[in-house]
């Protein structure tokens, strides 16, 4: 399995084709399962969607498992979350975005998916989330995972690396959360976790579905 990454040349946000949708996610996707792109979003919505969110004061401890299942645990996940509704232009923006490229990728490899969840994600200074699967094998309810990075500012130095393991747990790339960073994944695929941070850390993690259900 190799990593695949495509050039860091911006592009403007909703263009209408472009090489993250027509070429590179979806060949990265059906040759290895995943890809770190800078191409999705342009910067100034990455700026105003790190404004929206570091001026809230409404994200909650995030919980694990699955509808009565659902339960919080400090032990496995200390990050604070609020899923986009899509109510602000911001949001809508971004979801559209996402809208295009599954879309996209249903055209490309077939996936079916019917559509995109996403929510913001803060993690403070010490948080982590332990490694995790985001779909069990089979269930096929999240299919892709993004994640996407907000901070303006972000030292190398800093911590809060997203690691990606492969199915027999040897590390295959820690992920940097840079600005306008985007990483695409198979959810069942690719066990990862977040490590802790010296500051605060926003991101937007979100699931291309093939059905609605409740949240993982």
């Known amino acids: 399995m190799q990593y695949h990454e495509t050039p860091v040349t911006p592009v403007e946000l909703?263009?209408?084709?472009d090489v993250v949708l027509t070429e590179a996610l979806p060949d990265a996707l059906a040759q290895c399962g995943w890809m770190i792109t800078e191409q999705v979003f342009?910067?100034?919505l990455i700026q105003e969607l790190y404004e929206e969110v570091s001026d809230r004061n409404d994200l909650t401890p995030a919980s694990i498992g699955r509808a009565d299942d659902q339960?919080?645990?400090s032990r496995v996940r200390r990050d604070k979350t609020r899923w986009l509704s899509g109510q602000s232009p911001l949001q809508a923006e971004y979801l559209a975005r996402m809208d295009q490229?599954?879309?996209?990728?249903?055209r490309s490899l077939y996936l079916g998916l019917q559509e995109f969840e996403a929510h913001y994600a803060r993690y403070d200074a010490g948080d982590f989330y332990r490694t995790h699967v985001d779909a069990l094998k089979g269930q096929r309810n999240r299919v892709v995972t993004s994640v996407t990075?907000?901070?303006p500012v972000w030292q190398s130095d800093w911590g809060g690396e997203l690691v990606l393991y492969d199915e027999s747990g040897a590390q295959l790339r820690r992920v940097l959360p840079t600005m306008g960073t985007t990483v695409f994944f198979m959810?069942?695929?690719f066990p990862h976790e977040v490590l802790p941070a010296v500051t605060s850390r926003y991101s937007i993690a979100g699931w291309?579905?093939?059905s609605s259900g409740?949240?993982?």
């Open 14 to 17: 909703l263009q209408p084709v």
């Open 101 to 106: 490229i599954r879309q996209q990728l249903n």
């Open 42 to 44: 342009s910067p100034r």
């Open 208 to 210: 291309f579905r093939v």
């Open 71 to 73: 339960q919080r645990n």
């Open 187 to 189: 959810s069942e695929e």
């Open 214 to 216: 409740v949240a993982i």
């Open 149 to 151: 990075y907000l901070n």
